[in-house]
């Protein structure tokens, strides 16, 4: 049979490689990007593209209008655009806070809505939404990105049970450091604040952190084991609610069961080390 997936976030990456992942699987893939030209490469695979912001709501109605005029269906929806908005919370302007949580929260809320009608008409869908490990732990100089991938937690959570009935899964993806350039946009976006000097040190770990988080951490998964863990999710007909990916991410995920003050005194001590 044939199925469509309609993929956001794909200029590289784990959405690109997501997108290819679901190609070579035989699906109709939509891979969209804010710049087509990123994602030209994708098109002359095989991929159908488009440009999207997914804090665009005139660009989220028309790209899936348009997936539904020319294949009739959508049967996954991957939430997989975001970035990384990093430094002290008291650093953090109200406005760029509200920008994270835009495009990483309001984002897949928006494409989610625009596919869930023809979801419920075909009594049939997924909707995989990528989160990450920082959805389950917060650790100190994170707090924006931290909450807006705690709110698509629990935002995917409710939709999981709302929408259960009609025949559509929810799932969760949540990957710890991946080999992409991430990290980069998270420095662009530090680079945007104002630095309180009383923070320093924090700003110093959060640039250190590139030795666990960055593109060359021992750590990291490659893009193509997370976008296989998207597929898998998007394949399956009762796919998990989560799926952690990497190692470094499932110890990680454990923290969750750690008693808060044993949790905050660990990762104190990490910022030292």
Known sequence: MDRTVLITGCSSGIGRATARAFHEEGWTTYATARDPADIADLEETG?????????????VTAVVDRAIDET????????????????????????????????NVLGPHRLTRAVLPHMRAAEDGTVVN?????????????????ASKFALEGYADALRNEVAQFGINVALVEPGPVETAFRDRVDEEMDRLDRTPAYESLYDAQEDASLVSGQSSPFASTPEEVAD????????TDPDPRYAVGGFAKVVVYGRFVPDRIRDKLLGLAGKL
Do not use: W
């Not at 991929?47 to 660009?59: H, I, K, S």
């Not at 990528?130 to 707090?143: D, E, L, N, Q």
């Not at 863990?229 to 399956?236: D, F, N, R």
């Open 130 to 146: 990528v989160s990450s490990v920082a959805g389950r732990i917060a650790p100190p100089g994170m707090g924006a990105y931290a």
């Open 72 to 103: 009739g269906r959508i049967d996954c929806l991957v939430n997989n655009a975001g970035y990384g908005q990093h430094g002290p919370a008291e650093d953090v302007p109200t406005e760029l806070f509200s920008q994270q949580l835009d495009v």
């Open 47 to 59: 991929c159908r593209t488009a440009a999207l912001d997914v804090t665009d709501g005139e660009q």
């Open 229 to 236: 863990t998207i597929l898998e999710a998007g394949v399956s």
